[in-house]
């Protein structure tokens, strides 16, 4: 009796332990309309990259810290929180991306959360502001905080480094944009309708020189881009599909690189080999120009270019109709040029 009191009482020990957390998360998921055969998982300290299938499923392991990490399928990317235990399933379709990612699983509530989110965001964010004036742009940015502040708080149970995340990230967030909305908006006001800064004898991808007066006749929207700018680089299917439209048209596409010899290497050959090589590699139409000093050339700082891409529309007659028109991607664009019977 006493042999089996022992062996029952270390029954009853063993079944009380705790069963071991795993120490990595396991992810997995399909992607329809996949974009590449391999996405990548990545932080500013962890990557890894993982095999898509064929029929767009994957899965792995990852060992990680806790920790919002950014999911790159290729052509798009979201943000994704990864925390050592969790069994997460993921399914999205890249012809709506933001739209269609949805997780099941362990860790399934703080993903399902982000990836409201960044559609919450994207929806209060998807205004036209620039067409605003300055007081009205500082009451919409005042709403659209109370908004987003009353959607975070509304949710519950969620990890504290989602929580805070979100909390410390929403007034850098909106003050960045409300910035450039400004800006914008003052540079419209200085600008639209007077005669544009003009370039000289910029040189041409295909070996030639472009001076911006030799374009008058025309409309002429100008992309100021750089081959590094990942921004820059996600407009060009749009821009070429629209040079394709309107090649008929009344209106010259010109690409402006600002690429520079900072972000090269600290060479200007080089740059200029960089920007080439993309103007072939990616087909690039239109007239391809480089600016000679980046940045500081004349032309870029006479539009007050400090971010890129940006987009210019300039009149036939030389004129400035938009200082900071609206991205080829934007449905606001093609709406412009039918206004102006382009």
């Given at each position: 009796m006493k042999k089996i009191f022992i062996a029952i009482g270390a029954l009853t020990m063993f079944a009380c332990q705790e069963t071991p957390k795993k120490d990595y998360v396991t992810l997995s998921g399909k992607i329809t309309d996949q974009n590449s055969d391999s996405i990548i998982i990545r932080s500013r300290k962890y990557s890894k990259t993982i095999k898509v299938?064929?029929?767009?499923?994957?899965?792995d392991t990852l060992k990680v810290e806790a920790g919002l990490y950014n999911f790159y399928d290729g052509g798009e990317s979201s943000t994704i929180f990864l925390k050592n235990g969790y069994d997460l399933n993921m399914s999205l379709d890249t012809k709506a991306f933001d739209e269609t990612i949805a997780y099941t699983g362990e860790g399934s509530e703080n993903n399902n959360f982000l990836a409201?989110?960044?559609?919450t965001e994207e929806k209060l964010l998807d205004q036209d502001f620039s067409s605003m004036d300055?007081?009205?742009?500082?009451?919409?940015?005042?709403?659209?905080?109370t908004e987003l502040t009353t959607f975070y708080n509304s949710k519950q149970g969620l990890d504290s480094i989602i929580t805070t995340s979100a909390s410390k990230s929403l007034s850098p967030m909106l003050e960045g944009n409300k910035k450039y909305y400004a800006n914008n908006i003052i540079l419209k006001q200085e600008m639209t309708g007077k005669p544009s800064p003009v370039f000289v004898d910029y040189a041409n991808a295909d070996g030639s020189t472009t001076s911006l007066e030799s374009l008058k006749g025309k409309?002429?929207?100008?992309?100021?881009?750089?081959?590094?700018?990942?921004?820059?680089k996600a407009e060009i299917p749009a821009l070429k599909a629209l040079e394709k439209e309107y090649h008929d048209k009344n209106i010259?596409?010109?690409?402006?690189?600002?690429?520079?010899?900072?972000?090269?290497?600290?060479?200007w050959d080089k740059a200029k080999a960089d920007w080439l090589a993309m103007v072939t590699e990616e087909k690039l139409g239109g007239v391809q120009v480089m600016s000679p000093e980046g940045w500081q050339s004349d032309f870029v700082r006479d539009y007050k270019v400090n971010?890129?891409?940006?987009?210019?529309?300039?009149?036939?007659?030389?004129?400035?109709?938009?200082?900071?028109a609206p991205r080829p991607s934007d449905s606001k664009l093609k709406e412009l040029f039918t206004s102006l019977s382009i």
């Open positions: 299938n064929a029929d767009g499923t994957f899965s409201e989110k960044s559609l300055l007081e009205t742009l500082d009451a919409t940015f005042k709403n659209i905080e409309y002429v929207y100008i992309d100021v881009w750089a081959t590094w700018c990942a921004p820059c010259t596409f010109v690409s402006v690189s600002v690429d520079d010899d900072r972000t090269h290497g600290g060479s971010g890129i891409p940006r987009f210019i529309l300039i009149d036939p007659a030389g004129n400035i109709v938009d200082p900071s």
